[in-house]
């Protein structure tokens, strides 16, 4: 099946600094999302970004569907930004949505 | 729009003991998934309904886990006889085509002791 691989695992960073997360993936892709894990658990919808660039507020997310990886990218970050943030993918004719194993973001002040 | 809605949020259970999920999707959401998310990793599918008919429960394991969408709307996810591995969060998500984005409910942390 697909391998979604996410980079790194883990980064901390101080309030007011910038990140780029990584995700690398197996296949072709028609649906790829990321999601922000909060500390009480909920999973919430950042991007559903198959392929191009997509901005919100302080967060962007750039899909090269033809090279197979999306970068999550964060300016400015504040300490509400900490938690997980996942990367997911379904490829052309399957049905699930295959999740990488996540990026553990901590924002110290 | 009123997003996916989860009960209970927590349950704590003794092993072999039975247990039950419900989830409501968002209104309109023909496709409802439930996924397991144990400690560390990413969510991983369970089951899927389109409507009221499984597309892909390949991951369930069926001696333990049933699920069902009896009015292609709400849908309960059971385990029985539960084990400790079965500790996880058990995470509901709809979408309104197989295709398109999905959106998560809050998630049942169960425990298994």
């Known amino acids: 099946g697909i391998q979604v691989e996410q980079s790194p695992p883990d980064l901390i960073l101080q309030e007011g600094a910038n990140s780029t997360l990584r995700c690398n993936f197996s296949d072709s892709v028609n649906n790829l999302q990321w999601f922000h894990q909060n500390p009480w658990g909920q999973l919430i919808n950042l991007f559903y970004?198959?392929?191009g660039t997509k901005q919100n507020g302080r967060l962007s997310a750039t899909t090269v569907a033809t090279e197979r990886y999306s970068l999550l990218y964060i300016s400015s970050s504040q300490t509400t930004d900490s938690g997980v943030y996942f990367c997911?993918?379904?490829?052309?004719?399957?049905?699930?949505?295959?999740f990488g194993q996540g990026t553990r973001l901590t924002i110290n002040p | 729009e009123a997003g996916v809605a989860q009960s209970p949020r927590y349950k704590i259970i003794e092993k072999r003991q039975s247990v039950a999920f419900w989830c409501n999707p968002i209104s309109g959401h023909a496709t409802l998934y439930w996924y397991q998310q144990i400690l560390g990793q990413g969510p991983k599918l369970l089951i899927q309904f389109q409507n009221n008919g499984v597309v892909d429960d390949s991951q369930l394991p069926k001696d333990r886990f049933s699920a069902e969408r009896l009015k292609g709307v709400d849908s309960t996810l059971k385990i029985q006889p539960a084990k400790l591995e079965d500790s996880a969060v058990y995470l509901c998500?709809?979408?309104?085509?197989?295709?398109?984005?999905?959106?998560f409910g809050p998630g049942t942390r169960l425990t298994v002791l």
């Open positions: 997911a993918v379904k490829i052309q004719g399957a049905q699930k949505l295959v």
């Open positions: 970004i198959p392929s």
């Open positions: 998500a709809s979408s309104s085509d197989r295709a398109n984005e999905q959106f």
